[in-house]
């Protein structure tokens, strides 16, 4: 039987390790489940440029002034309730531009600590056979600002 998590993957990211997927609602719907993550909160989409970010409805020119201001990096900007953020991390950006934006979120079980190691995280995610390293951590998650209005959401 084929596993319904091989559209998902764990990957080393420039802050914390992450779940991520193709942005579609089946690889959604798995983040949700596996990590048993409540709806209400949101996941963010990694994008590989500011162009990509222009593919979504949401950007908006405000959230380009921001994102000239802090990309690529540890900020995620919350433009009409959607996050998005462009890592600072070239592997990872390569990934992004070949294969397209991609829904993220921390590596854990909701409420719990984020998986510090990618050994760590095979343990506690054995249905997620996709690992990728993309190279060195923070350990530090993004910042977030909501663009609307400048608030940072958690610095």
């Known amino acids: 039987m084929p596993n319904k998590y091989n559209k998902l993957f764990i990957s080393t990211t420039d802050t914390v390790l992450g779940i991520g997927g193709p942005v579609n609602d089946e690889c959604k719907k798995l983040i949700y489940k596996i990590k048993g993550r409540e709806k209400t909160k949101k996941l963010i989409i990694l994008v590989a440029s500011i162009k990509q970010a222009r593919t979504f409805k ?21 433009v009409n ?10 592997k990872l950006l390569d990934y992004l531009e070949k294969n397209g934006p991609i829904y993220m979120s921390s590596c854990n079980i909701s409420n719990a600590p984020v998986c510090k190691t990618l050994d760590e995280a095979k343990q506690i995610f054995k249905e997620i056979e996709n690992i990728y390293n993309f190279g060195e951590m923070s350990q530090v998650p993004s910042q977030i600002i909501r663009v609307e209005d400048g608030e940072i959401i958690r610095k």
């Open 58 to 78: 949401n950007w908006n020119s405000k959230a380009e002034e921001y994102a000239k201001k802090y990309w690529p990096g540890a900020t995620t900007l919350v």
């Open 81 to 90: 309730d959607q996050g998005f953020r462009m890592p600072n991390q070239k």
